[in-house]
């Protein structure tokens, strides 16, 4: 079981971390990836990070901004996002697979609830 915290209303060029905690199972070697679906439109992948930490994809919208990360003694998912913009406004989720491959193409096997994240402009 995937349960995402940390999202709220942050103004725009803030920060905010957002979390994703495993329970109920092993945590690995799970590739994980944070995903986020605006009203109105898909679901998109926003990062993505392998069982080691080694491979990292960021979104074109987020790079430079966004740092995905995992603390797997913790069974933990990160997304620390900087400058924060409106356009990142959405409901954030977490998704696990075994594949990295089905992280990267949105077919990950588990996924958590989302957690909203707004900017403010």
């Known amino acids: 079981q995937l349960q995402a915290s940390g999202g709220g209303l942050v103004q725009s060029g803030g920060s905010l971390r957002v979390s994703c905690a495993a329970s109920?199972?092993?945590?690995?070697?799970?590739?994980m990836g944070w995903f986020r679906q605006a009203p109105g439109k898909e679901r998109d992948l926003v990062a993505a990070?392998?069982?080691?930490?080694?491979?990292?994809y960021y979104a074109d919208s987020v790079k430079g901004r966004f740092t995905i990360s995992r603390d797997n003694p913790k069974n933990t998912l990160y997304l620390q996002m900087n400058s924060l913009k409106p356009e990142d406004t959405a409901v954030y989720y977490c998704?696990?697979?075994?594949?990295?491959?089905?992280?990267?193409?949105?077919?990950?096997?588990?996924w958590g609830q989302g957690t909203q994240v707004t900017v403010s402009s």
């Open positions: 998704a696990a697979d075994f594949q990295y491959r089905a992280i990267t193409t949105a077919q990950a096997s588990y």
């Open positions: 109920g199972g092993t945590f690995g070697p799970y590739a």
């Open positions: 990070i392998n069982w080691g930490g080694g491979s990292t």
